[in-house]
């Protein structure tokens, strides 16, 4: 990278800045490739040879690069005080110790924030040491690069030389600093997809180069939403086997809807979207079929038939959102329970694939390539995998669940009122019943005091008229 200055933070992180500043010195980090790169969030570089070669080690802090005997790692300060909070932040990416889990260790690798605003999910997971003071036209440009889906980009970027403006720390022992930049080794060499300085002849096609950038984009709002929770992965698509079908008669039940298009073949699940607190009818459902060609021709076949009057819209489902997250939960887990899997669209053929999470499975596995770092921990962004009996508690909560609401939705309005005073019930359904209960209070004495009221007003009417007929009869 060119014209980028790190401003380091003197006050805290003193172990973090002496191995970065010695690494700094010792050129440990030119022509070391930048990879991990995800628009708008963060870029990691500092392993020399990058994770997409198989001789990388993960790379090592100076201490255990100057002592073969020392290890290749150290546990860096994290100051609770110093945040991801702005764009150029610099922190050493950190994994858990071999020795204790719960303990996480630097070596090398550092990353370099992306984000206009605070990124919190970087806090627990990167030693914060330095910002950037310089150079955010290079953060533009890195942002912008075209990358591929493990985040390399397509075109080398990569940092070619590394010089010290003030340097507080004495030089540890067997430190030697080099007289110029050394040359790039073979290894390095032999990562070179596209050199940063190669002259393309071929410019690609104006077509082709925004097909590339839309593609781009929409990749990077995936990500976005799979980093809010609206996605359950970024790589997440359509169901081919689910019918949407909507403009329902709201006296339409589910079981009439799956028989009228079973005949089509042999349905998964078919559900009628209804509104949780009353029940009703939403007037759209959700169709599963086992396979993709009989959906096809369910939907060349029903296309504005006419189902109890009401004239219905069939098309391909393309919700992911969490509009149909009751639906999936209930009917997924009910199914698998009954057809031994199963799953939203097919969800057993898709596997969930995030670059924020590095799994100790893909580590051990690929060996040395992104993310390895000591003792095979790995220096990616680590998040801890679930259990297997996580899982089935969860399933059996969703289906625990999903008998209440059964049981409740097929029970009387005064029986459901009954087992909510029993259970406890909400909050707002108690204060819902005491506003009805006052209501009626109220409207009750209303009624009695106009009853007395009229009475009285009829008594006065009556003595009024006695009155007037004993003078008349007196005259």
Not at 123 to 143: H, K, M
Not at 326 to 341: I, L, P, Y
Request: proline letters at 5%; hydrophobic letters at 30%; glycine letters at 8%.
């Amino acid at each position: 990278m060119r014209r980028e200055i790190c401003s380091l933070n003197w006050k805290s992180s003193a172990k973090s800045r002496h191995s970065f500043l010695k690494l700094c010195k010792l050129k440990y980090y030119n022509y070391a490739p930048l990879y991990n790169i995800q628009k708008g969030f963060s870029f990691q570089t500092g392993d020399p040879l990058g994770p997409s070669s198989k001789e990388s080690d993960g790379g090592s802090c100076v201490w255990g690069l100057l002592d073969p005997s020392a290890s290749r790692t150290f546990t860096p300060e994290k100051p609770k005080h110093l945040k991801h909070d702005e764009r150029g932040t610099v922190s050493f990416a950190c994994a858990p110790s071999t020795g204790d889990p719960d303990v996480l260790v630097a070596g090398s690798q550092f990353i370099v924030t992306l984000a206009d605003s605070g990124i919190e999910y970087l806090d627990s997971r990167a030693a914060v040491f330095g910002r950037l003071a310089e150079g955010f036209d290079v953060l533009e440009r890195v942002n912008d690069a075209f990358v591929d889906d493990s985040g390399m980009p397509l075109r080398d970027i990569r940092i070619l030389h590394t010089a010290i403006l003030e340097d507080p720390y004495p030089d540890p022992p067997g430190l030697l600093e080099p007289d110029k930049s050394p040359l790039p080794t073979p290894a390095q060499l032999a990562t070179v997809r596209i050199a940063y300085d190669e002259d393309m002849t071929e410019e690609l096609d104006e077509t082709a180069l925004a097909k590339l950038k839309a593609d781009r984009e929409a990749k990077a709002q995936a990500l976005t939403l799979e980093m809010v929770g609206d996605l359950p992965f970024a790589d997440v698509a359509p169901p081919e086997n689910i019918l949407f079908v909507c403009k329902l008669n709201p006296v339409t039940q589910d079981s009439d809807l799956e028989l009228l298009f079973s005949r089509f073949g042999t349905i998964l699940s078919c559900e009628i979207i209804r509104d949780k607190r009353t029940g009703d009818s939403l007037q759209y459902a959700f169709i599963e079929f086992e396979n993709r060609s009989d959906c096809e021709r369910a939907y060349e076949k029903m296309q504005d038939v006419l189902i109890d009057d009401h004239r219905i819209h069939v098309d391909f489902s393309q919700s992911v959102s969490k509009l149909s997250d009751v639906w999936r939960d209930s009917q997924n887990t009910r199914r698998a329970f009954k057809r031994g899997g199963g799953g939203f669209g097919g969800v057993r053929e898709l596997e969930k694939r995030s670059q924020y999470r590095a799994h100790r499975e893909e580590v051990e596995e690929g060996g040395r390539r992104q993310g390895r770092g000591a003792g095979g921990g790995g220096y990616g962004m680590v998040e801890e995998e679930q259990d297997k009996g996580a899982l089935e508690k969860e399933r059996d909560r969703y289906l625990e669940r999903t008998e209440k609401k059964e049981r409740r939705r097929s029970r009387s309005p005064r029986d459901r009122d009954r087992d909510r005073d029993r259970d406890g019930g909400s909050r707002r359904d108690r204060n819902g019943r005491d506003d009805e209960r006052r209501k009626d209070d109220r409207r009750d004495r209303d009624r009695d005091r106009d009853r007395d009221r009229y009475r009285d007003d009829r008594r006065r009417r009556d003595k009024s008229r006695d009155r007037h007929r004993d003078y008349d009869r007196r005259r």
